[in-house]
């Protein structure tokens, strides 16, 4: 399969398609299990937080913020933006957008890791946690891919991967591959977000300045394909023939396209814009309060100079 193949029309993508035996489309999964992943979550924190006896180790707006992930990312997971997704183009980049960009950010903030590993049940900590993390391979392969530069490729691949046509079309015609898809998007954007916030006891190697030049590059590979999407005359997936929302039907594929592209570029920019105003912000107070500290220690030093003076003509 050449480039061409790859970034095929729509019609061409079904092509791809309708020789393929028809039970091929037929698997469908009623619960995702990346929404199994992100409830589990949930009741391992409530578990977690009962499992601390004395003062939380959170506070109360974490704990919100938290929930908060959660329920955006289950609520993208579940109807009516699930369903939809597989009819419109732009709620697909919605629901990408809710989980990628929102939801695990959100998580973040809630230092998920320390506390849902404290609502794991000790038997299970003991036999299955535990033995995972001493095992060497896998710490190692973990210390690997949460790597700064490693888990931006990775998120960027899973990006740009399940957006080009020929792969975007698999997940959208065959629910096991967009299950796929769902983890992928979910385990890459965990550990990118990780190293733009610091979720104890995990602490990023990025000194904060560095963490802004981070998501820009994160925010100009973005804008990349959202151009493309947005500007493209053809439209790249295989759309056409799915059944649509009477209220769409006034409109065509490429308006969806576009429109998706849109999203990705207007919204999905603001988010990251925001979140380098926010390092920004905590960045330059951090170093407001050190030149502050600096000036009282040089004051107090000269208001001590005389007293030093004084007590050495004494002598």
């Given at each position: 399969m050449n480039s061409f193949d790859l970034f095929s029309s729509t019609a061409e993508a079904h092509n791809l398609y309708d020789p393929l035996p028809a039970d091929t489309f037929e698997l469908k999964w009623i619960w995702d299990p990346a929404l199994l992943l992100f409830v589990l979550l949930g009741i391992l924190y409530v578990r977690g937080l009962r499992a601390f006896r004395g003062p939380l180790p959170v506070k109360p707006w974490q704990i919100g913020l938290y929930f908060l992930g959660i329920t955006i990312i289950v609520a993208a997971l579940l109807p009516p933006i699930d369903p939809l997704a597989d009819q419109l183009f732009f709620v697909h980049m919605i629901q990408h957008l809710m989980i990628t960009n929102i939801g695990v950010p959100l998580m973040m903030f809630g230092v998920p890791f320390f506390i849902c590993v404290r609502g794991i049940s000790p038997g299970v900590r003991r036999n299955v946690y535990f033995p995972l993390v001493?095992?060497?391979?896998?710490?190692?392969?973990?210390n690997l891919v949460s790597r700064p530069l490693v888990s931006l490729f990775l998120f960027q691949a899973a990006y740009w991967f399940w957006h080009v046509p020929y792969f975007y079309n698999l997940a959208l015609l065959n629910d096991a591959w967009h299950l796929v898809e769902h983890a992928t998007f979910s385990i890459a954007s965990i550990l990118l977000w990780r190293n733009i916030i610091d979720p104890y006891p995990m602490k990023s190697p990025l000194k904060l300045p560095v963490r802004m030049l981070y998501m820009?590059?994160?925010?100009?590979?973005?804008?990349?394909?959202?151009?493309?999407?947005?500007?493209?005359?053809?439209v790249w997936y295989a759309y056409v023939g799915r059944p649509i929302p009477a209220w769409w039907s006034e409109w065509s594929h490429l308006d969806d396209q576009r429109l998706g592209g849109l999203l990705m570029w207007v919204p999905g920019e603001f988010i990251d814009f925001f979140v380098v105003t926010v390092i920004f912000a905590v960045w330059s107070s951090g170093v407001k309060k050190k030149e502050e500290a600096a000036r009282l220690r040089a004051a107090q030093d000269s208001a001590a100079e005389p007293e030093k003076s004084a007590e050495m003509a004494g002598t």
């Open positions: 001493r095992s060497r391979p896998l710490r190692w392969l973990f820009m590059g994160l925010m100009a590979a973005n804008v990349i394909l959202s151009a493309f999407l947005s500007f493209s005359d053809d």
